[in-house]
Each structure stands twice: as C-alpha cells, then as structure tokens.
C-alpha cells in the first residue's frame, strides 16, 4: 500500500496548500480522471453531468477564479457558497482559494433567516449558488439572502435560466493556460469557514489549509488509502467532515472523486454496482444498510475501503459488528464542527476501543503519524486537540477555562464521557446537554421552543430520538399546514417545516 504525500512544504519551503496538492497531481496525470457527476445531476440541478480530467478541472478552477478576481474581490476575503455535492462544488472551492479567497461552506437546507445571519456574521463580500436543487429555487434563495446581507457586492451561479442579478459562472475546460493568481495563497491563513452551535449559540469556525489537510490525513492514513483511490462520496459537502472526507480526501489521494447527491439510495446503489470505484465514503448508518442488503458483496461492485461518518459518535460502540469480509470499514467519530477521528474496524468487525491520549494514523503500525490527542475531562466530557482542531475559535470569555485541566489547547466536545475501569477505554456515552442533531444539522433545544412560540398559541416543536439521526423534529399545531407556510414564511430550513407535515398519527 501506498501512503499520502509526505512533503508538509512547497520546493520554496512554505508550507503546502490545498492548490498545491491538486497542481501537483495536475502535472503527474492531467489525463486522468478527476471528478465525476451524480449521474442524476440533471434531475437535481437541470444541468448535464459531467466528468472531468485533471487537465480540464485544472482549467476550470482557473476560469472561476478569474472571475472572481475579475469582479474586484481582493484577497482575504470571505466567499460564501451554497451547493449541492456536484462538480462545481469542489471547483468552487478550489478556485476559491486559488484567488486568495476564503470559501465560506453553507448547508444546502438552509433558508433565507440562516443564510441572512451567516453572511452578516461573517462579512461576506460574494455569494455562489446554483439555480436550484431538486424543487427549490436556490436563484432567488441567494439573492433575497444577499439584499439582506448588507456586506454582499457580487452573487454567482451555476445553472440555465438563471435571475437578473445574478452572475453566470460556467466550467470552462479550456483557454486558461498561463492565468496567475495575484498572490500566492498562504497555508496558514483561513481557507475555509463552516458553521456550528455550541451551548454558547452560533459559531463561525475558520480552518486553515494545515487544518483542513490534518482532518483529511486522519481519514485517509487510518482506512489505509492507496495512492490514485477512486472515491465515491455520498457525503453532504457543507462542513468540516463533509469537506475533508471527500475533497481533501481526494486531493490526498490523486485519484479519482465521484459525488452522489444525498440521499437518493437506488442511484447510489447504481453508482456502486455500475461504476468501479474502490471507497465508498457514507453517513456510517447508510453504509450497514447497504452491506447487510448485499449491495456491496455484488461479483461486479470493487468497493474494498468504507469510510463511515457517525455524527452520533455515542452510538458507534453500541453498533452492529461489520459482517461484510470483502470490504473494511472505518469509523469516523464527528464532533460537530470541532474536529474528529477515524480507527479502523478489528478483523472480527467490531469497534475499536478508543483510549485517551495522542492518536495516530493508521493505529498501531510502525510508521504512523500522531493526528491529535484525546481526554476525558473533570466534567466527565470527551475534549481533543490536535493540529486540526480550532481552539480559538471556540475559546471561553477571558477568564474561563476550556476545559478543567493545564492545557488550555483543548476544546470540550461537550459530549458526556468515562473511562472503563477495568480496560481504559473511553466510553461516550450522551451528545451535549441542550444541543439537537437532526441528521447534519445542530440546533439549540431553546431556539426550537423560540420558533415554535411564533406560531399560533399551543404550537410544539420539540426533537424526538431516532435511530438513524441521533433526533427527528416534531411538531404539533391546531393547523398543520398552516404551520408549515408561516415557519416557511420566516425563512426556516425543511428540517423545522416538516416537522409538521401531516401524519396518520396526527403529531
């Protein structure tokens, strides 16, 4: 097997950036595929797919990126984008930085009231979007968020028939040899910002390219990634884990990144028998589902490597062991926007117990690398730090501790932890107190009851436990449909609308 790039610095001695490690495999195999479609792309998004070489995504990411610099946004600064797991995102991106700008990542469900306090809290100057997903129309999403977003000079976007006011981008494969950004992007400096919430309300968490690189290398080295892997990613792109375990996965690897649009599971079944991809990279719960129904067992599927991402990481013990022998699956334990990692299954399918201290990847060989370190706090909650973890960004008012120990470079996760007596295993054993997890998505339990008493009076919006999300919402109102048109109406994502979609049972 072989491993990832080794070298942490440019020929000139800078450390290495994102561009950096796709320039490179550019110049190794521009001919080699990059980046494939959904191949229900146009059913998502009206627009053909696409698959793209090397050679072809490099000049693409180019021609984005001259826009951009073209439409007068100066380094530094922030660009927010709203899109589906399609091609143009992971151009997007790499444009982005390729200009000097920092890509600001928002979740496809979210709707005018979020994307209006995300863009103002964090200053964007530009907005990219597409012209709609599935049914929605993500044209007019974007420019209503933006005519609140007073920082906002310029709105793009991918896609046919697009709004005036809106900024045609297009993926251009050729005619952008030579083009030179304005500066060279520096590794240290914010490259990417998501979004998460914490007992103290909504964060934005920048990360740098040495931190985004460091949660890739965790995934990567742990599963044991060869170099050229062909990834099939059905992850939803939008945060942390989304973006390091596909793109920079992938960047890691020089290989090949095909996307699925979550979660349509007979494409992504078709995806799996129909094209030859060797890793599979899936909500963890998704990936059982499709090694106990068979799928992957198939003569003709080649998947050998599952990467599985659990935002619930206090369910992963608790598991079913892995039966399915041709493949290995590797664990990924999320801890919302704050930092992660991955420990590959034993040989009898079973979990790895996590112990506290340094971690490294892969566990246990003789060559592997320290990612991060992990403890159990006085309070009884799992912390980490590590190169990829942003403690700043999560740092207390002056004169609070992070946590209740002498290091002050570790960020409480929040979630309720033990260590077993007898083995020294850390037992994680409930998500943070006041925090809901929908799928990919926190909420603050207080915002939930804030919402619901805007509708009618005896309105209930309250999170129920569920086996595959952690939470489901539920709601309750004297008109349900009624509901639904005014939480739309204020500009609230579906999770929170369809909690009062009619049901049988009438909650």
């Avoid at 146009?42 to 021609?63: E, I, M, N, Y």
């Avoid at 993500?138 to 968020?145: D, I, P, R, S, V």
Wanted: aromatic share 6%.
């Amino acid at each position: 097997m072989q491993t990832a790039p080794t070298s942490a610095a440019t020929s000139s001695g800078a450390p290495l950036t994102l561009d950096d490690l796709f320039r490179r495999t550019v110049l190794r195999q521009p001919d080699a595929v990059a980046l494939i479609d959904p191949p229900n792309k146009h059913r998502v998004t009206g627009t053909q797919p696409q698959k793209l070489t090397f050679a072809q995504a490099d000049q693409a990411v180019s021609a984005i990126a001259a826009r951009f610099v073209e439409a007068g946004l100066p380094p530094g600064s922030i660009i927010a984008l709203q899109m589906p797991n399609t091609v143009e995102f992971a151009l997007t991106v790499l444009a982005a930085l390729r200009a000097g700008l920092v890509a600001a990542l928002l979740p496809q469900l979210w709707r005018q009231s979020e994307l209006t306090g995300a863009l103002n809290r964090i200053g964007a100057r530009a907005l990219v979007g597409v012209s709609r997903i599935e049914i929605v129309d993500h044209a007019e999403l974007a420019l209503n968020a933006a005519v609140e977003a007073f920082s906002i000079r310029h709105v793009f976007g991918f896609g046919n028939d697009l709004p005036e006011g809106m900024t045609s981008l297009e993926i251009t494969t050729s005619g952008m040899n030579g083009w030179l950004p304005p500066a060279p992007p520096d590794a240290r400096r914010p490259a990417v910002i998501t979004f998460d919430i914490t007992s103290d309300g909504f964060r934005a968490i920048p990360r740098n390219h040495l931190q985004l690189i460091s949660g890739g290398l965790a995934i990567f080295l742990e599963a044991g990634l060869p170099q050229g892997a062909r990834l099939l990613s059905a992850i939803a792109p939008a945060s942390f884990a989304g973006c390091v375990s596909s793109v920079v996965t992938w960047l890691l690897s020089g290989g090949s990144l095909a996307l699925h649009h979550p979660a349509d599971l007979q494409i992504l079944e078709q995806q799996i028998v129909d094209e030859h991809h060797d890793t599979l990279i899936a909500p963890a719960l998704l990936a059982h589902r499709l090694a106990e129904s068979g799928t992957l067992a198939r003569p003709q599927v080649a998947i050998r490597n599952v990467i599985g991402l659990w935002r619930t990481p206090d369910r992963v013990m608790a598991s079913e062991d892995w039966r399915d022998t041709g493949t290995t699956l590797t664990d990924v334990y999320l801890f919302g926007e704050i930092g992660l990692f991955a420990a590959r299954r034993l040989a009898d399918g079973s979990p790895v117990p996590i112990t506290p201290g340094s971690f490294s990847a892969p566990r246990g060989a003789a060559s592997s690398k320290a990612i991060g370190e992990i403890i159990v706090t006085p309070k009884a909650t799992l912390a980490l730090r590590g190169p990829m973890v942003p403690v700043a960004a999560y740092r207390p008012a002056p004169g609070e501790s992070l946590v209740e120990t002498s290091a002050p470079d570790y960020v409480d996760t929040g979630y309720a932890a033990h260590l077993d007596r007898t083995t020294g295993a850390i037992g994680i054993t409930a998500p943070p107190v006041g925090i809901v997890g929908v799928g990919g998505y926190r909420f603050l339990a207080q915002d939930l009851e804030s919402w619901a008493k805007r509708l009618a009076a005896g309105a209930m919006l309250t999170a129920l436990p569920d086996q595959l999300n952690g939470f489901r919402l539920a709601g309750r109102a004297g008109d349900n449909r009624r509901a639904r048109e005014a939480l739309g109406e204020l500009g609230l994502n579906p999770l929170m609308v369809d909690a009062f979609r009619d049901r049988s049972s009438g909650t």
